[in-house]
């Protein structure tokens, strides 16, 4: 089977995830993604015909606590243990990454 990845792909994969390789890391990844991809294409020959699906591994419907909100009056001390606020509001750093 061994479907032959190219490297510019791996390349292109790494950079969507800002992953940085050196020239070393991108042969063994792009040797790690082209057996990934051998391994779905083989599962894709089980032949699944007459199978239902698998929603869940668990019969157990609706197990979580119903979600309520509660006024607990704790934001001055929470705010109080931020190392920063403004506005009634933790404050944080910018992150943005401007490159594309």
Do not use: C, W
Request: hydrophobic share 40%; proline share 4%; net charge negative.
């Amino acid at each position: 089977m061994s479907n032959s990845l190219p490297r510019e792909d791996a390349a292109h994969v790494a950079q969507l995830a800002k992953l940085h390789f050196s020239d070393q890391q991108l042969d063994i990844l792009t040797g790690q993604l082209a057996s990934i991809l051998d391994l779905v294409e083989t599962l894709n020959e089980v032949d699944t015909e007459g199978v239902e699906p698998t929603y869940t591994v668990s019969n157990n419907v609706n197990v979580l606590r119903e979600d309520l909100a509660v006024k607990s009056g704790q934001k001055a001390a929470l705010l109080a243990n931020a190392p920063e606020t403004q506005d009634g509001q933790i404050k944080v750093p910018a992150i943005i990454d401007e490159e594309s």
